[in-house]
């Protein structure tokens, strides 16, 4: 199975900032199949990201995802207050569909 | 709008099973795969496996293959998930999701509102 690796744990940021998010695979996620998801205490995750770098619908334009292989990489340009929540990645290249452990935005 | 709804939550004692409902409505359930995830109070999210909207085509993740069926009802536009053997271990949030560009292996864009499981004695 394709272990997911993110870092860091946790990322403490100011509103307005950048922030950067890692998601490393123990082995080559072909065709970019690597997606990444939002989640909020108390909600189901949203997909934000698929085939690595593509916006799911009604995503805005402030988060992007890139990275081939096995390192991919979440960027949000600007952090809204909304956007301080739990991230994780999801490879969809082959069974078992495997996710990392997330990564943590809070508020610094 | 494309939805999810699922059935409401459960109690069971160790040992018992559980079946859990997902309703599809809002777009062509013949054209998606439908997927069951879970997530443990205060953890990551685990992918139990995956159901064809005909239900002829099944796969789940080893960890619960002997435990876990998964049916489809394309009359209903619905998907079941049953777990046999529960422990407090199975204890989490189950969700439906639904995959995004309708290959088998997918991402998920629309997700159930969460079922909670608790398994306690």
């Known amino acids: 199975e394709i272990v997911l690796t993110q870092s860091p744990g946790t990322l403490s940021l100011s509103p307005g900032a950048r922030a950067t998010l890692s998601c490393r695979a123990s082995?080559?996620?072909?065709?970019?199949?690597l997606a990444w998801y939002q989640q909020k205490p108390g909600q189901a995750p949203r997909l934000l990201i698929y085939?690595?770098?593509t916006r799911a619908t009604g995503i805005p334009d402030r988060f992007s995802g890139s990275g081939s292989g096995t390192d991919f990489t979440l960027t949000i340009s600007r952090l809204e207050p909304e956007d301080f929540a739990v991230y994780y990645c999801?490879?969809?290249?082959?069974?078992?569909?495997?996710f990392g452990q997330g990564t943590k935005v809070e508020v610094k | 709008q494309v939805q999810l709804m699922q059935s409401g939550a459960e109690v069971r004692m160790p040992g018992a099973s559980l079946k859990v409902s997902c309703k599809a409505s809002?777009?062509?359930?013949?054209?998606?795969?439908l997927y069951w995830v879970r997530q443990a109070p205060g953890q990551g999210l685990e992918w139990l496996g995956l159901?064809?909207?005909?239900?002829?085509?099944?796969s789940f993740a080893q960890k619960f293959h002997d435990r876990v069926t998964m049916t489809s009802d394309p009359s209903t536009s619905t998907v079941y998930m049953g777990l046999s053997s529960l422990t407090s271990e199975d204890t989490a949030i189950y969700y439906c999701?639904?995959?995004?560009?309708?290959?088998?292996?997918?991402?998920?864009?629309?997700w159930g509102q969460g079922t909670m499981v608790t398994v306690s004695s």
């Open positions: 999701a639904k995959g995004v560009t309708g290959d088998r292996v997918d991402a998920f864009d629309v």
């Open positions: 159901i064809s909207p005909g239900g002829g085509d099944t």
């Open positions: 085939g690595a770098s």
């Open positions: 809002g777009y062509t359930f013949d054209s998606y795969y």
């Open positions: 999801q490879q969809n290249v082959r069974s078992p569909l495997t």
């Open positions: 082995q080559s996620v072909s065709s970019n199949y």
